[in-house]
């Protein structure tokens, strides 16, 4: 893939701000969202491969938000990430379609060498050979 660009989706301003700083450090683009329907606006203009989705967001919540994004995208890697971890919080989020789950806090390089597989494979997939929008 040409362009490693992440969509990150967090009602916290403050992590959203951190979290794009590091991904930029680390040659991402990076799309910020603070609720579900910004994150779709863009998703509606944009193709994004690789997602970072709160849990808990004003409206629609995260596992709401992956559930809209799968109806129509099988194909971009979403993880989940939250401050509430349980075990059927876990299997809600595998059932809605995340790929994988981190609970914060979480160290960014984790979350940025979540990406950096997640284009690897992307690219093991021959993705850019047919975009979807």
């Known amino acids: 893939m040409d362009e490693k660009k992440v969509l990150i989706v967090d009602d916290e301003s ?3 701000a951190m979290l794009k700083e590091a991904f930029n450090q680390d040659g991402y683009t990076v799309r910020t969202a603070e609720n ?3 994150a779709l606006k863009i998703l509606k203009d944009e193709t994004i491969r690789v997602m970072f ?3 808990k967001l004003p409206g ?3 596992i709401d938000l992956c559930r809209r994004i799968r109806a129509t995208d099988q194909i971009s890697i979403v993880h989940a ?3 509430y971890s349980t075990y059927y919080g876990l299997m809600e989020c595998r059932t809605a379609g995340f790929d994988d789950f981190f609970v914060k806090p979480v160290e960014i390089n984790v ?3 979540a990406a950096a597989d997640a284009f690897e494979k992307l690219t093991r ?3 850019n050979d047919y975009t979807v929008k």
């Open 14 to 16: 403050s992590i959203l």
């Open 36 to 38: 579900a329907e910004d």
């Open 81 to 83: 990430f939250t401050g």
């Open 125 to 127: 997939w021959k993705v």
């Open 53 to 55: 989705l709160d849990l």
């Open 111 to 113: 979350l940025i060498k």
């Open 60 to 62: 629609v919540s995260g």
